[in-house]
Nanobody, 126 residues
Framework: QVQLVESGGGLVQAGGSLRLSCAAS????????MAWFRQAPGKNRDFVAG????????YYADSVKGRFTISRDNAKNTVYLQMGSLKPEDTAVYYC???????????????????WGQGTQVTVSS
């Protein structure tokens, strides 16, 4: 069983930056693909960014490409999401997720992920 705990959310002005962290415990972190999703009120939970466990390749939703960067530190069992040039439409609860899938996959759908954190609120003011 893997436990995920997000941190780093908060209130920021449009154009600003935030870095989210997700600390994992209870599993072999290096063997999990990790991702960030977000969910705004009344909307679906959407994929934001992912990083595979097999080769650390990264992939992004078009809406955040060039503004957000996902990374991982296997020694610290932590995945990060560096967010820049934030927009009010980035406002959401951000969730960290872990997938114990085969190498080479780049899952974007929530149901493909095995473990989830509790979420951290990001609010971007205009």
């Amino acid at each position: 069983q893997v436990q995920l705990v997000e941190s780093g959310g908060g209130l920021v002005q449009a154009g600003g930056s935030l870095r989210l962290s997700c600390a994992a415990s209870g599993g072999t972190f290096s063997r999990y693909s990790m991702a960030w999703f977000r969910q705004a009120p009344g909307k679906n939970r959407d994929f934001v960014a992912g990083i595979s466990w097999s080769n650390d390749s990264t992939y992004y939703a078009d809406s955040v490409k060039g503004r957000f960067t996902i990374s991982r530190d296997n020694a610290k069992n932590t995945v990060y999401l560096q967010m820049g040039s934030l927009k009010p439409e980035d406002t959401a609860v951000y969730y960290c997720a872990a997938d114990n899938g085969p190498p080479g996959t780049r899952p974007r759908l929530p149901f493909l992920y095995d473990y989830w954190g509790q979420g951290t609120q990001v609010t971007v003011s205009s």
